[in-house]
């Protein structure tokens, strides 16, 4: 094999609950680079390195990168022009500001 | 589902069920379970004595009940988690999970399209939480299963798919064997290809959600022949898996 095998989005899920209530996949994601909007299960994730790094199936720019130390988590977003986050509808929201 | 960040339980082994030669399935305990549904998967962590660390995803196999959650593990050769977890680790050894985990590539028993499930490998264990849940809820969704597998003997799960098939209504499962299949079945050992899914899978005006799980490059060729028969990409969800054990 030339290319690095990937695994998906999917699989980001796990680390980030570290962080998150809420399991990104099923977020979408809209890609800064080529404005590409989709899943985040859809993402290439790319394990072999020290931390995970995300990038936008379409265009192939990172997207998301996250690092976990033992004490410490970083969390480089700056490919992701937004997420956006599905929500259920019977948990009470607060007004806008 | 809680609606917090997740950490790490402890977890013992209460059960271990052969698959194949080198697959099994471990019934794990899990104290505080909070449940999961059909495609969602677990991480779980081996520590050594020197504090060493290595986490590996699996994916959950049956319905939770009682605290109790299923894995089936292939043995990856030189891995560093899966050979621990199959050949080590003994009943009542305490391991760590975190989960469960995902919220895309999972099938709602309450959903109404017809269901395709494409299963490469060992990629046929989330496929098989979806069958059960769907066996469990009484659901009538139409399933139809493409299972891909090297050999006959490589087959997880083959008895009690065999009594799924004769049991469920509406449960439909078409075999492809790669390098060997048994006796007396029609044609050639193959690769999945368009004739298999066009056969064994739904036209795309019906609209099925198909759920396609294996190795990279499986998952890359059937998402690829399933957008070129028709189905939209968006309802054709994947999870690839990597060489990492």
Redesign the interface.
């Known amino acids: 094999m030339t290319q690095l095998s990937y695994l998906d989005g999917n699989m980001l899920d796990g680390p980030l609950r570290e962080l998150f209530a809420v399991d990104l996949s099923a977020a979408t994601g809209r890609c800064d680079s080529c404005g590409m909007t989709g899943p985040m299960a859809c993402l290439h994730v790319y394990s072999h390195a020290p931390g995970l790094v995300a990038r936008c199936p379409a265009c192939t720019a990172v997207m998301l990168r996250l690092v976990r130390s033992p004490d410490r988590a970083w969390l480089d977003l700056r490919g992701a022009t937004f997420l956006q986050v599905p929500m259920p509808l019977d948990q009470p929201h607060p007004r806008p500001l | 589902m809680s ?5 790490w339980r402890v977890a013992r082994l209460v059960e271990r069920r052969v698959e194949t030669p080198t697959a099994q399935t471990l019934v794990l305990e899990v104290p505080g379970w909070p449940g999961h549904l059909p495609g969602q ?1 677990v ?1 779980v962590r081996l520590t050594a004595e020197d504090g060493y660390q290595a ?1 590996r ?1 699996y994916s959950l196999a049956a319905p939770g009940t009682d605290g109790r959650i299923e894995l089936t593990v292939q043995r990856v050769p030189d891995g560093e988690v899966s050979p621990y977890l199959i050949d080590a680790w003994a009943q009542g050894d305490p391991v760590e999970v ?2 469960p ?5 999972i099938w709602r028993t309450e959903e109404t399209s017809p269901v395709l499930l494409v299963a490469g490998g060992s990629g046929i264990v989330p496929l098989m939480a979806m069958v059960r849940a769907r066996r469990v809820a009484g659901s009538r969704v139409p399933f139809r299963l493409v299972y891909s597998a090297r050999t006959p003997t490589d087959v997880f799960y083959a008895d009690e798919l065999r009594r799924r098939v004769r049991d469920d209504l509406g449960l439909d499962v078409a075999y492809v064997y790669t390098r060997e299949a048994p006796e007396g079945w029609r044609g050639e050992p193959h690769r999945v290809g368009l004739a298999d899914l066009n056969t064994h899978g739904w036209p795309p005006d019906l609209e099925p959600h198909c759920y396609v799980c294996g190795p ?1 490059g499986f998952v890359e060729t059937v998402a690829d022949l399933l957008v070129g028969l028709g189905h939209e990409a968006r309802r054709v ?8 054990g």
Request: net charge positive; glycine share 20%; no cysteine.
């Open positions: 609606a917090a960040p997740l950490g998967h991480d986490a995803s975190r989960g985990v995902g919220g895309w590539f990279t969800r994947t999870e690839r898996f990597g060489p990492t």
